[in-house]
């Protein structure tokens, strides 16, 4: 009987060739399969671009298409199929990696696989391999300090507005708005109803070549910030 192989879920920080952990680089050494997440839409990945460096020759390299849609059973079959794939992967006694961006626990498409595998395969072997967040390798890049003493950290997103913000934003000083990309209009202002205008900066494809960072926010509504945008923004006196 064929012992079944394990699935790593594996950050390779945000872009950065050289913020990948030594165990990511091990792990995707040493794996037979390497999955990827796409858009039905766009094949490319920025995760294994950066991982590419470590990937041997004799491993796999298989796209998975996540539907970008709001119809949540369009979704969760999309979701479904893919755990799927890789629980075959799984059965056939290889060792595969699933790489994301950043943090596979933070605003990842790691966490839609996890559900999925744990469904389709309960006794599945899974490891998470924790990455760098794109947040604190922008905050590095400021030397820009994310929270100290007794203050508070929220970390949310910005794929709706800045609607949300307004309602969660009241008991902390420090904040990071992930996904800023669509409304960046409504995040101004909340930022600016909730007081963290003022010391707010936009960072954009944090540590890869095209690297951008915004001071005045509104620059960014003349055009619509780049996808992998975020926001650092503090109440700090």
């Excluded at 920080?13 to 952990?21: A, H, I, K, Y």
């Excluded at 390798?137 to 300090?145: G, H, V, W």
């Amino acid at each position: 009987m064929i012992k079944c192989g394990k699935l790593f879920g594996t950050g390779v920080g945000p872009g950065d060739p050289e913020l990948l952990t030594l165990k990511a680089v091990r792990v995707i050494n040493e794996a037979d399969v390497i999955f990827t997440a796409a858009s039905t839409k766009n094949k490319y990945s920025v995760a294994l671009e950066t991982a590419r460096p470590h990937i041997s020759k004799s491993a796999v390299t298989r796209s998975l298409s996540f539907p970008m849609t709001k119809d949540k059973d369009v979704m969760e079959a999309g979701w479904n199929k893919n755990a799927i794939e890789i629980a075959d992967v799984l059965k056939q006694g290889k060792n595969a990696v699933f790489l994301t961006l950043g943090d596979p626990t933070t605003y990842s498409t790691f966490g839609y696989i996890l559900r999925g595998l744990k469904k389709v395969m309960p006794d599945a072997e899974i490891e998470t391999i924790p990455g760098i967040t794109s947040f604190h390798a922008a905050a590095a890049r400021l030397n820009r300090i994310l929270v100290e003493a007794e203050e508070s950290l929220l970390v949310t997103s910005g794929a709706y507005g800045g609607e949300n913000l307004e309602k969660i934003a009241e008991n902390t000083k420090n904040l990071v708005i992930m996904k800023a990309y669509k409304n960046i209009k409504g995040i101004n202002e909340a930022l600016r109803e909730t007081g963290f205008y003022d010391k707010s900066v936009a960072v954009s494809r944090c540590g890869r070549k095209d690297e951008k960072i915004t001071e005045n926010l509104d620059e960014l509504e003349k055009k619509a910030p780049d996808y992998w945008t975020l926001i650092l923004a503090s109440r700090r006196k």
